[in-house]
């Protein structure tokens, strides 16, 4: 029996409709008839019952069916498996994001799995103050960060989300009690600072040097990671714009998250090694295009 026969014969036995059957396999209804005579001359018995009303499943019909579907659905399932290693969607895919963004691209992780459930998703976390060293590292295969990145070795792709920025600050901080600050109050407390090899132009999107009004955002403590920044923080030393993705993952009693009403939003985007761009790459990409919800 050749395959394309094994697949007439499972599909009418689901329809039990000749003409379903032809129109979801896109036959000519004859070839559905003259492949089912074929087999049942071949196996020497009626396959399917047929009168002017009905078709449906001989006993000998269906004990076939049982034995065939499982065999079928293996062979299918080889060959997409096959044909997937082929086209290079198969393996493992890394993505680097913030520990506080997972739920955010949540979406366009989802569509990738569904799309390519031969491929290994794994998932790592970005430290912020170097937001670029796993991508060149080889340990990420595609971040996603926010802009601007002028980096001449990678690649941006397409947007995957918004953020809002809010002042984080101690408990019994003076801005604790406010409803909400500007970015100018910045230029009253001393601000907290990353350590590098996070580019100045990137931090500056977040943090920038200084007020609207121009008077210098003083920063006195740096940090590596956002633990210690938030542990900083808690001590009144220090105030620092945060994503509002951290007020909600970190809430803590010591530390109050006050919206910033003229803070810039940040974009993010996927980013990804430029000479690394794998078929696997693209086919995240394209996931995070038909999954984009607009902003």
Same mark, same amino acid.
């Given at each position: 029996m050749e395959l394309r026969d094994i697949e007439?014969?499972?599909?009418?036995?689901?329809?039990?409709?000749?003409?379903?059957?032809?129109?979801?396999?896109?036959?000519?209804?004859?070839?559905?008839?003259?492949?089912?005579?074929?087999?049942?001359?071949?196996?020497?018995?009626?396959?399917?019952?047929r009168?002017?009303?009905?078709?449906?499943?001989?006993?000998?019909?269906?004990?076939?069916?049982?034995?065939?579907?499982?065999g079928y659905g293996e062979i299918m399932a080889g060959i997409d498996e096959a044909t997937a290693a082929a086209r290079g969607h198969a393996g493992t895919l890394t993505v680097g994001a913030f520990d506080t963004h997972h739920t955010e691209i949540a979406a366009v992780l989802d569509?990738?799995?569904?799309?390519?459930?031969?491929?290994?998703?794994?998932?790592?976390?970005? #430290? &912020? $103050?170097?937001?670029?060293?796993?991508?060149?590292?080889? =340990?990420?295969?595609?971040?996603?960060?926010?802009? !601007?990145i002028r980096e001449p070795d990678l690649t941006v792709g397409p947007h995957t989300h918004t953020e809002r920025l809010a002042l984080a600050v101690a408990a019994d901080h003076p801005l604790a009690d406010r409803d909400q600050v500007e970015?100018?109050?910045?230029?009253?407390?001393?601000?907290?600072?990353?350590?590098?090899?996070?580019?100045?132009?990137?931090?500056?999107m977040h943090t920038p040097l200084v007020t609207p009004a121009g008077r210098p955002i003083r920063r006195a403590h740096t940090?590596?990671?956002?633990?210690?920044?938030?542990?900083?923080?808690?001590?009144?030393? #220090? &105030? $620092?714009?945060?994503?509002?993705?951290?007020?909600?993952? =970190?809430?803590?009693?010591?530390?109050?998250?006050? !919206?910033?009403?003229?803070?810039?939003?940040?974009?993010y985007a996927a980013v990804w090694r430029s000479a690394n761009e794998t078929p696997l790459v693209r086919a995240f990409v394209q996931a995070a295009l038909d999954a984009r919800i607009p902003a």
């Open positions: 007439i014969f499972l599909k009418l036995a689901e329809e039990l409709h000749f003409g379903r059957t032809a129109e979801h396999l896109r036959v000519s209804q004859a070839r559905v008839s003259q492949s089912i005579k074929q087999q049942e001359r071949r196996i020497g018995g009626a396959l399917f019952e009168t002017s009303r009905r078709v449906r499943l001989t006993p000998l019909g269906e004990r076939l069916r049982d034995r065939l579907a499982a569509l990738f799995r569904q799309r390519h459930p031969q491929c290994e998703l794994r998932l790592r976390e970005i #430290v &912020v $103050s170097d937001p670029f060293g796993g991508l060149r590292a080889g =340990r990420i295969d595609i971040a996603v960060l926010w802009l !601007p970015m100018e109050d910045l230029g009253d407390y001393p601000v907290l600072g990353l350590d590098r090899p996070i580019p100045d132009y990137l931090f500056e940090v590596a990671t956002l633990a210690e920044g938030l542990a900083a923080i808690a001590t009144g030393a #220090v &105030v $620092s714009p945060v994503g509002v993705h951290v007020a909600v993952t =970190r809430s803590r009693r010591d530390i109050t998250f006050v !919206p910033i009403t003229d803070a810039p939003v940040l974009q």
